[in-house]
């Protein structure tokens, strides 16, 4: 069994403030990590991936992967009302295949407050 | 281009009756799968597709069965509703490249009485 948890939050920070995300995973021979942003009543939409030991940024996005730990994290700089929404992390649980099966965590949900 | 596509964007069933869930993808990616999100459980796998042609079970597919006669559409056939397949359906397509990435479509919101 593929586990992937989250904290469960919510998670409520003022507006321009850093928040931070994180997962844990319990297969360690995963190899690609990845981050969604779900606004309610909406699908998934993809925001971040991360396969390789370090810092990955993109713009107000930072994750972070820990592979000896099993860990990654999802920071959110200068946080916005906008980017109130469930951050869902997800695990690939396919090595070296053309499939990309996820698992992913419960998500955490976000609000940030103005 | 549309992306994934989703059909219908909600149905309430009764239970026993028969559904299909229909999705189409115009990204000619070759695998597609199939998940449903409920309330505290997060995203669960019911069914994949690698290519046309193929399918596999995931987590939870008992209840599901899926086909794929091309490389565009994945149906969902639900043989006989249960209200514990109330949930939101969604579809979701990779091009199994790389990280294989997968982007999903708008979803089905099921309700079965």
């Known amino acids: 069994q593929k586990e992937v948890e989250q904290n469960s939050g919510p998670l409520s920070v003022p507006e321009g403030a850093i928040a931070s995300l994180n997962c844990t995973y319990s297969d360690r021979g995963s190899q690609s990590f990845f981050w969604y942003r779900q606004y309610s009543g909406k699908s998934p939409e993809l925001i971040m991936f991360i396969y390789s030991n370090g810092d990955k940024e993109d713009g107000r996005f930072t994750a972070q992967l820990n592979k000896a730990s099993q860990y990654v994290s999802l920071l959110i700089r200068d946080s916005q009302p906008s980017d109130s929404a469930t951050y869902l992390c997800a695990v690939n649980a396919d090595r070296g295949s053309t499939l990309g099966r996820l698992y992913f965590g419960r998500g955490t949900q976000l609000t940030v407050w103005p | 281009t549309a992306g994934i596509t989703q059909a219908p964007t909600s149905q309430i069933l009764a239970a026993g009756r028969s559904m299909t869930l229909r999705c189409t993808q115009d990204?000619?990616?070759?695998?597609m799968y199939w998940y449903r999100q409920d309330l505290g459980l997060g995203l669960r796998l019911i069914h994949y597709s690698n290519t046309a042609g193929t399918t596999g079970k995931g987590e939870v597919p008992d209840g599901y069965s899926v086909s794929r006669a091309n490389t565009d559409d994945f149906p969902l056939t639900l043989a006989s509703a249960v209200p514990s397949q109330t949930s939101v359906y969604f579809c979701?397509?990779?091009?199994?490249?790389?990280?294989?990435?997968?982007?999903f479509g708008p979803g089905t919101r099921l309700t079965v009485l």
């Open positions: 979701a397509s990779s091009d199994g490249t790389g990280l294989n990435e997968q982007f």
């Open positions: 990204m000619r990616h070759n695998a």
